[in-house]
Each structure stands twice: as C-alpha cells, then as structure tokens.
C-alpha cells in the first residue's frame, strides 16, 4: 500500500476548494440577449427559443417550413432527426452484406 507523502497530501488538500469551481454546469439553460436585444433561451442541446411567446411561436411556424425539420418522404427510410432519408430501391443501402458469399 503507498502512502501519501505530507507536500502531495497539501496538493491534495490545496486542489480540493477549487474542484467545484471547475465542475461544468452540464443540463442548464442560459438565458442570452440577442444583438438585436431579444431574450432568449439556450438549451443544453444546442436549440434555442425566445423568451417571448409571440416570437417563439413565429419562429416555429419559420421552422417548420425547413425541409431538414419536416422528416422523410412517405416511403423513404430513417428520419428520426438524425442520419439520413434513404429512398426506396437506393443502391448504396440496398447492396448486401458485401463478404462475397453472394448475400
């Protein structure tokens, strides 16, 4: 068993008060001002909304005419907010396994 000697225990003890300082605030909201002094909100994983319900409400009907926030086609594969929409009969996805046992 290996004892501490006494300066790494006084690191030790001098690193301890400083620990919380360094924990990153992980699951927060932020709130921000935009340049154009609008408050908003940022989540966590990365998406924002204004605070006020007017905007936010207008800047989802925005959204929602994106293609990249409508899914896939009907018929096309994927579309679960990540990855790709793979279409029916694709080439590239449709291909087997490629070990050459011929399936």
Known sequence: MRQFTLPGFVILLA???S?????D???QDIEVT???GDKAILHPNGRWEFVDTAKAAAAQE???TY???QGCPAGWKGGWGFGRCIPPGD??????SL???GW
Do not use: F, H, Q, W
């Open 99 to 101: 070990s050459g046992k």
């Open 34 to 36: 935009t340049p154009s």
């Open 25 to 27: 605030p992980v699951g």
């Open 15 to 17: 690193m301890l008060p």
């Open 19 to 23: 620990a919380p300082a360094m924990a």
């Open 62 to 64: 925005i959204a929602k």
């Open 67 to 69: 293609p990249e926030n």
């Open 91 to 96: 080439k590239d996805y449709n291909r087997g």
